[in-house]
């Protein structure tokens, strides 16, 4: 059985960071790009960002480039996301994927194939 599980979400205040966590089971945690996505009320799931299997190919949404990290660590079956410079704009629940493949948009937002796994999310707010 597979078992997607997201943590470290909290409030945080304008400028402060967070790092979320996702790890998971019961999958071959390598066979996939992983990402995270977040939807706050009210407003439709946006891809935040992606990573491939290795490492290799990083992706982020224009809109938190420059502020946030991805990374994972295959041998913990683990995905991270650092956030820095936190704005009340970055306020949702964020949600882990694990997908088929994952790539940059020349519009700048991020292509995703297919999603074969979802979290059940771990929510992010900022206060101003």
């Known amino acids: 059985q597979v078992q997607v599980v997201e943590s470290g979400g909290g409030l945080v205040q304008a400028g402060g960071s967070l790092r979320l966590s996702c790890t998971a089971s019961?999958?071959?945690?390598?066979?996939?790009?992983i990402g995270w996505f977040r939807q706050a009320p009210g407003k439709e799931r946006e891809g935040v960002s992606c990573?491939?299997?290795?490492?290799?190919?990083?992706y982020y949404v224009d809109s938190v480039k420059g502020r946030f990290s991805i990374s994972r660590d295959n041998a913990k079956n683990t995905l991270y996301l650092q956030m820095n410079s936190l704005k009340p704009e970055d306020t949702a629940m964020y949600y882990c994927?694990?997908?088929?493949?994952?790539?940059?948009?020349?519009?700048?937002?991020?292509?995703?194939?297919?999603?074969?796994?979802w979290g059940q999310g771990t929510q992010v707010t900022v206060t101003s």
């Open positions: 990573i491939s299997w290795n490492s290799g190919s990083k």
């Open positions: 019961g999958l071959t945690f390598d066979d996939y790009a």
């Open positions: 994927a694990a997908s088929t493949e994952c790539a940059q948009h020349s519009r700048g937002y991020i292509y995703w194939g297919h999603i074969a796994y």
